[in-house]
């Protein structure tokens, strides 16, 4: 599918494959975050951001914070919203996971980098997530160690 031999850059590639992928989609429909591109063609991010920055540039596709990159301007563009924050939901999910003691108290959760690649999300996102568990309560973190699942006395009350 990549010419790695030829004359143009991987990254102007992908994004010419992405062009035929998004011509075909309605305005306001979300494309391929940067991690679902780095898996699918074994890139580096910096490939996958700009490659999705060719794309931005042309108009195609515009991006919004925390929420991804969707199909067409980003004037007035109609966008598919979602119902909860995609930090909110990773949150939700550990914390089901803690309830449901598939992690453990003083016990690791997995990393940024596995969280990353779980989520198909940027880096902040799973920052932002982890932010708000330490918030409420659910987790602590030690320093050069990682994230621990707190004592059950530490959780927060339903």
């Excluded at 980098?113 to 409420?136: I, K, N, P, S």
Aim: proline share 6%; aromatic share 6%; glycine share 8%.
């Amino acid at each position: 599918m990549l010419d790695y031999e030829g004359d143009t850059h991987i990254y102007l590639q992908i994004a010419d494959i992405l062009r035929r992928r998004v011509s075909g989609l309605a305005s306001g429909q979300p494309v391929p975050s940067e991690a679902d591109i780095q898996q699918e063609f074994g890139v580096a991010r910096t490939t996958a951001r700009r490659a999705i920055h060719v794309l931005r540039e042309e108009g195609l596709i515009y991006t919004v914070q925390g929420e991804g990159a969707f199909v067409g301007p980003a004037s007035g563009a109609p966008r598919q919203k979602r119902k909860v924050p995609l930090y909110q939901q990773i949150a939700t999910d550990l914390i089901d996971q803690i309830k449901a003691g598939t992690f453990q108290p003083r016990r690791p959760i997995p990393g940024e980098t596995a969280l990353v690649a779980q989520h198909g999300v940027a880096r902040e996102t799973v920052r932002r997530a982890m932010a708000l568990l330490r918030e409420q309560g659910w987790i602590y973190t030690v320093a050069q160690r990682g994230s621990y699942v707190s004592p059950k006395e530490s959780w927060p009350q339903d």
